[in-house]
Nanobody, 122 residues
Framework: QVQLVESGGCLVQPGGSLRLSCRAS????????WVWYRQAPGNQRELVAS???????NYADSVKGRFTIARDNAKNTVYLQMNSLKPEDTAVYYC????????????????WGQGTQVTVSS
């Protein structure tokens, strides 16, 4: 059974930094893509950043130059380094992975983390 567990969310002041982590546990064959999403109250869930198995990254315009996504394949973990945080970055951050687990009959399956709250406020 595969699970994604996020950590790192907390209250931070504007201009501060935070690093989120998301680790996939279980018998994993390969993780094809990691994605960080976020959802603020009253808003739709939006893509923040993604990284493929070969390291290609993509960012929302609102976070370019401030956020960096990285993955550690040996640890089945993805990170989101968030710098120069703004109040509008306040949201629940979710990680998502498209992966294949050992013994799976499908090419890939979708998994979500439970979410971690990031609050940017003075």
């Amino acid at each position: 059974q595969v699970q994604l567990v996020e950590s790192g969310g907390c209250l931070v002041q504007p201009g501060g930094s935070l690093r989120l982590s998301c680790r996939a546990s279980g018998s994993i064959f390969s993780i094809y893509v990691w994605v960080w999403y976020r959802q603020a109250p009253g808003n739709q869930r939006e893509l923040v950043a993604s990284i493929t198995s070969d390291g290609r990254t993509n960012y929302a315009d609102s976070v370019k130059g401030r956020f960096t996504i990285a993955r550690d394949n040996a640890k089945n973990t993805v990170y989101l380094q968030m710098n120069s945080l703004k109040p509008e970055d306040t949201a629940v951050y979710y990680c998502y992975a498209k992966l294949k687990w050992v013994g799976s009959q499908s090419d890939a399956d979708d998994y979500w983390g439970q979410g971690t709250q990031v609050t940017v406020s003075s």
